[in-house]
T-cell receptor
Framework: EDQVTQSPEALRLQEGESSSLNCSYT??????LFWYRQDPGKGPEFLFT???AGEEKEKERLKATLTKKESFLHITAPKPEDSATYLC???????????FGTGTRLLVSP | DTAVSQTPKYLVTQMGNDKSIKCEQN?????MYWYKQDSKKFLKIMFS???????INETVPNRFSPKSPDKAHLNLHINSLELGDSAVYFC??????????????FGPGTRLTVL
């Protein structure tokens, strides 16, 4: 069965303290891996799509990478406004639906 | 504003009632979705429509019936509401792009509370 596991479940960082979030997946035939950010009371906001192992995408303080088994979301010198839940999702070949992980709640303290 | 919009934002109702949630997107996308986010914040697909045609129907009770009058709208009607239906429901849309999985854009959500 397709599975997406995110770790850690929650992460507390000091402002400026870089770290990484992990998304491990077991999917037969990955068509794409997606990262979203979700703020409380809002819908998920699209961040990145990764299609193949070795691919990397960057946006401001965030960088997403992909291997054949997992993806990392690296956060460099985070700020309090980066506090949110980060969701990882996969789409497999032949399907259109996103299969989500349970998310990582990130809190960045000033 | 170009976006995915949902109404209402909050819905509080009694068990046994019937209710509807509306969704509209003005992004010109061909595909629309309904997701359910439970109390543990886990997001799961319910339905998907492509150009008004149902393409995904996960294991969802028959009490849930989606309707797509045109490709910009996807509504969700729920009959005989139960306590377990309490959740946040998100609508999403995505463009069609041959051969590649495309990003989905989500609405703000509808928080349904069944008393």
């Amino acid at each position: 069965e397709d599975q997406v596991t995110q770790s850690p479940e929650a992460l507390r960082l000091q402002e400026g303290e870089s770290s990484s979030l992990n998304c491990s997946y077991t999917v037969s035939g990955l068509r794409g891996l997606f990262w979203y950010r979700q703020d409380p009371g809002k819908g998920p906001e699209f961040l990145f799509t990764l299609y193949s192992a070795g691919e990397e995408k960057e946006k401001e303080r965030l960088k997403a990478t992909l291997t054949k088994k997992e993806s990392f979301l690296h956060i460099t010198a985070p700020k309090p406004e980066d506090s949110a839940t980060y969701l990882c999702a996969v789409v497999k070949f032949g399907f259109q639906k996103l299969v989500f992980g349970t998310g990582t709640r990130l809190l960045v303290s000033p | 504003d170009t976006a995915v919009s949902q109404t209402p934002k909050y819905l509080v109702t009694q068990m046994g009632n019937d209710k509807s949630i509306k969704c509209e997107q003005n992004l010109g996308h061909d595909t629309m979705y309904w997701y359910k986010q439970d109390s543990k914040k886990f997001l799961k697909i319910m339905f998907s429509y492509n150009n008004k045609e149902l393409i995904i129907n996960e294991t969802v009770p028959n009490r849930f019936s989606p309707k797509s009058p045109d490709k910009a709208h996807l509504n969700l009607h729920i009959n005989s509401l139960e306590l377990g239906d309490s959740a946040v429901y998100f609508c999403a849309s995505s463009p069609s792009r041959s051969g590649r999985a495309t990003e989905q854009f989500f609405g703000p959500g509808t928080r349904l509370t069944v008393l």
